[in-house]
């Protein structure tokens, strides 16, 4: 069945050997009956086709979480003919820990020494030689992000398929009877036993005694506790500033797609005889939906090159140190922040994020505290309807005042949801390593950001056409008079109940449109109140309509009260963040039920909140 | 002492691990066992434990740093 599994610790370059040998032949899902994510692929060699699996991330093998369960079961079952562990060079004696808790079970391996340029960096030498030779098993120097020397990995796998050796030596685990009265003794000397075996494994393997420790300038600066703050902060909106300039070619091309493709189209089909309905349908709904998902894929592209860089360089690591308490409050640990603080950009990239934290529970409840985070395209809308019904001082403190709410929201999150997922035992706090500064391999951050703007776009493109041919449906008006369409007709049905909520027909369809695009608001506003377009038209199409401000600003200022418009934008603005948050929240969790439940939670609470605000607003502004 | 005692710059040992299987065993697979030597990086209040190990930066949450008896070392 030629199955290679990978086992190492987290951050040991696990993921990147996986995609790096994958590449897109990756099918991601479940492990059977667990929410633990089971990702597999292919690879071919000399002919060969090879089954990789990567075990699901944990720092050992002693079954303390569903994670180091399966990766046990996996490797006793002997599931894998082969098991390729890695460890990270430049902390060589911590993470063979990996291999000592392995070594107990009698299966081929081969010993990968990850990260060698690090190592190489901080003058560390590793005779890899002599440590295959105490060892048994092939070791391999290796640096996994620089994109190198995989064809001597695949063709030692190969070889090691044909010719298996298994490790000669294990750690001398002392019997139980031995064990001492306290709690936990035995793991106490089980891991007592395991550092001996290493450190007799590495005597004369490694050159260097423990190395000193001096704290860089940048990390006596990242350290403090506000100022620290106060730089990550900097450096994460600078990095969207990034992001966003990676990012505008790619829009600008996509944005003459409607253009260029539009007219053509509809001149092709009609000149065909195609029927009316699906002229519109190609020539609008098609365009504009390659436009928006071009634009959407770009965007998680750029914000993740700028997060990878991040990562690589080792920044979120610091990020992590300095939020972890604040994070604690929430059942979170400081590797929450990342996601969270690149959901200030874009939800889908924070949804995606969240893969660093350490079990499916903290995992999925990070998603949905990022899920209260504003991204940046809502940023840019609140302005516009705020700008329309308030003075520019009612404007920044609306800004403020949704500011504060992300705060009361993610607590809320926390409250009804913390308990169901990160139980009271399991809220491990943050023990993380941080690794020294080192140079980003670009090449490695640009395959990543790639893949996952890739797999985004593919998702996005199915779900958005649909979605679109269903607000277009809904929208499609025979006179064309958004009285006649069935937006309307549902719109005013349900008005009295809407109304309650502090939202009209035409602000709740917007509200509507909110938790498919963002990008949507304006343009359906725009179809709603003024009537210029259909909503099909605009949904999905944000800038290339042409939404004109001033004239949308008369007619909504004319029609809605400035309480509505307030409760509307609190609305629009903590509600579903977007179809592809929502289908990338499932994608990572792989789970239906909390998929639902977020949306669900979402909705209700935006709605109970424009309630809230309608009816205090009422009082003051009338 | 506890190790969320110890003050930056000073040196010191594991003495006893304390808390459940679950914590032992991460704090073990990640370098920290009875007996090994390690020097104290950065303490404020309110902020993880920042300690140098097994030549490794590791980042101690508060309350974790709470199970770690240390002794001081060459004080």
Redesign the interface.
Known sequence: MNTIALLG?PNSGKSTIFNQLTGARQHVGNWPGKTVEKRDGTFTYDNTKYTLVDLPGS??L?G??DEEVITEEFIKGGRADLICVLVDS?????SM??LA?FASMDVPAILILNMMDVAKGQGKEINAALLSERLGIPVLPFTAAEGKGYGELKSLMEEEMKNPHKLKTSPDIPDDASGTEM??GK??N???A??AWISTLLDGVTNTA??E?K?SKLDSFL?R?VLGKVVTVGIILVGFLMAMLIMSPFMGVAGMLPGLLGGPIADFLTKIKVHPWLVSVFSLIIPNTLFFCISMASFVFGVNIVFGFLEEIGFL?RA???F??AL?KLGL??KAIAPILMGMGCTIGGASGTRVMDSWGQKMLTMMVVWAVPCASIWSIIPVISGMFFPIGGTLLLCVGIIAYIFVLMFIVSKVFGRSLVSE??R?????????YHKPHWKYIIKEAWLKCFDMFKRALTTVTLVSVIFWAFSYSPSGNVESSLLYKVGTAIEPVTKFFGMGWQTFMAFISAAFAKEAVLGTLNAVFAGQSNVADVAFNANASGVDATALSQVMTQTISGAEALAFIFACTFSVPCLMALSTTYKESHSLKWTVKTAGFYIGAALILSCIVYHIALLFIG | MKLSEMHAGQEGMVSTLKGDERFLNRITSIGLNEGVGFRIIKNDRKMPVLIFVRDTLLALNRRDSEKIEAKEVGA
């Open positions: 610790q720092y050992g002693s303390n979480s430049s902390q060589l004696e911590r820990y990996m808790d709690s936990g793991t106490l089980e891991g007592k395991k550092y423990q190395t420790y704290i350290f506790p690591a992590a140190y300095q972890d308490s604690s640990q400081g035992d399991a491990t706090g943050m023990i993380m390593e941080l690794p020294p």
